[in-house]
């Protein structure tokens, strides 16, 4: 059984930085791609950012230049650098395993005020 878990979230003021984490448990195929998607209030969860287990990545427009995804894949781990976060950026985010099958996490929840 496959479990994310997701922890980094938190209140921060609008400029500030926080480090999202995902380590996953259980077996998990090796060549898997890894990803961030969020999800605000009223709103469908979008694509945040993604990265191979070769370390190639890809971001969503909205957080490009300011967030930066990368991984450890001896730890089954995940990380999301969120900088200069605005208060657009609220919401609840999700990290996703995609291998053989597909795995989400519970969601931590990231809060910038203004």
């Known amino acids: 059984q496959v479990q994310l878990v997701e922890s980094g979230g938190g209140l921060v003021q609008a400029g500030g930085s926080l480090r999202l984490s995902c380590a996953a448990s259980?077996?998990?195929?090796?060549?898997?791609?890894m990803a961030w998607y969020r999800q605000a209030p009223g709103k469908q969860r979008e694509f945040v950012a993604q990265?191979?287990?070769?370390?190639?990545?890809n971001y969503a427009d909205s957080v490009k230049g300011r967030f930066t995804i990368s991984r450890e894949n001896a730890k089954n781990t995940m990380y999301l650098q969120m900088n200069s976060l605005k208060p657009e950026d609220t919401a609840v985010y999700y990290c996703?395993?995609?291998?053989?099958?597909?795995?989400w996490g519970q969601g931590t929840q990231v809060t910038v005020s203004s």
């Open positions: 259980g077996s998990i195929f090796s060549r898997n791609i």
């Open positions: 996703k395993v995609v291998g053989v099958n597909t795995y």
């Open positions: 990265i191979t287990s070769g370390g190639n990545t």
